[in-house]
C-alpha cells in the first residue's frame, strides 16, 4: 500500500513537466516593463501570474502594496496587455492570486513549504516577494532546484 503511493508520487513528479524551472521572460517584453517594473523589485516573469490577477495588480497601481506605482494610460495599457498574453495558462496555477500576490498562491505556498519561517525574515531576505535572495538566477527566470542558495543571514 505505501509502496504503492510511493511509486505512485514518483510516477507524478516525473510526468509533471518542472513547472517553472524555467520562465523565462518573454521576449517581447516592453521597454517599459523593465523600466516601471523593476526598480523596487525584479521585473516577475508574466508566467507567475493568471491573467484576472495581472487584472487585478494593473488596475489596483495607485495603492500597490503600500506605495504608489501609477503610469500614464499608454505605458499602463501596454504592459498589461503583454502581462495578459503571457499570463500562465495553465490552470493548475491559474488561481486569482490572493491580495494580487504571487507569494499567496497556494503554488508558491506547496513549493515553499520548506522554507521555515525564521528564514523569510533573514536580513538579506526579508520578504517571499524578494525571490532573487535565494533563486541565484531568478533575473533569467530560473526557480529550478539546482539553482538555490538560500543565504545564511
Ligand atoms: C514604487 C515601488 C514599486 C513599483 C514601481 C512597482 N512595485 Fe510591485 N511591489 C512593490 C512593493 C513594495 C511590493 C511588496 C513587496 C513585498 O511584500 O516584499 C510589490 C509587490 C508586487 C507584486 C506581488 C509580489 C508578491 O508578494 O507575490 C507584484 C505581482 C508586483 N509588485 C508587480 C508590479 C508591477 C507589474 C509593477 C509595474 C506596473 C510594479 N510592481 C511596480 C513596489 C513597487
Ligand atoms: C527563502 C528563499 C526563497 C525565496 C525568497 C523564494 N524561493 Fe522559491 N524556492 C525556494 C526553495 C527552498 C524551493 C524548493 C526547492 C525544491 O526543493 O524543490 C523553491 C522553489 C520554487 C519553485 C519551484 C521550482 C521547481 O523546480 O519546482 C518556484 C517556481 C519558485 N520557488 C519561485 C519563486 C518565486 C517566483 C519567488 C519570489 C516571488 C520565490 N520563489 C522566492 C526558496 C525561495
Known amino acids: 500500500m505505501k509502496k504503492t503511493v510511493l511509486i505512485a508520487a514518483t510516477l507524478l513528479l516525473i510526468s509533471s513537466p518542472t513547472f517553472a524551472g524555467k520562465m523565462a521572460m518573454p521576449t517581447d517584453m516592453p521597454a517599459s516593463y523593465e ?13 507567475l501570474l493568471s491573467q484576472q490577477s495581472w ?3 494593473m488596475s489596483s497601481l495607485s495603492k500597490h502594496f503600500g506605495t504608489d506605482a501609477s503610469l500614464d494610460s499608454k505605458t499602463q ?18 488561481e486569482t492570486a490572493p ?6 498562491t497556494s503554488w508558491f505556498i506547496r513549493k515553499h513549504d ?5 528564514v523569510w525574515k533573514r536580513a538579506s531576505i526579508k520578504s517571499p516577494a524578494n525571490c532573487g ?10 526557480f529550478s532546484e539546482k539553482n538555490i542558495k538560500i543565504p545564511a543571514k
Open 35 to 47: 523600466a516601471e517594473c523593476a526598480s523596487c523589485h525584479m521585473a516577475y516573469p508574466p508566467a
Open 55 to 57: 487584472k487585478n495588480v
Open 77 to 94: 495599457n501596454d504592459i498589461t496587455i503583454w502581462l495578459l498574453k503571457n499570463a500562465t495558462t495553465r490552470q493548475k496555477y491559474s
Open 99 to 104: 491580495e494580487n500576490r504571487i507569494t499567496k
Open 114 to 118: 520548506e522554507v521555515r519561517s525564521e
Open 133 to 142: 535572495a535565494c533563486h541565484i538566477d531568478a533575473a533569467n527566470g530560473v
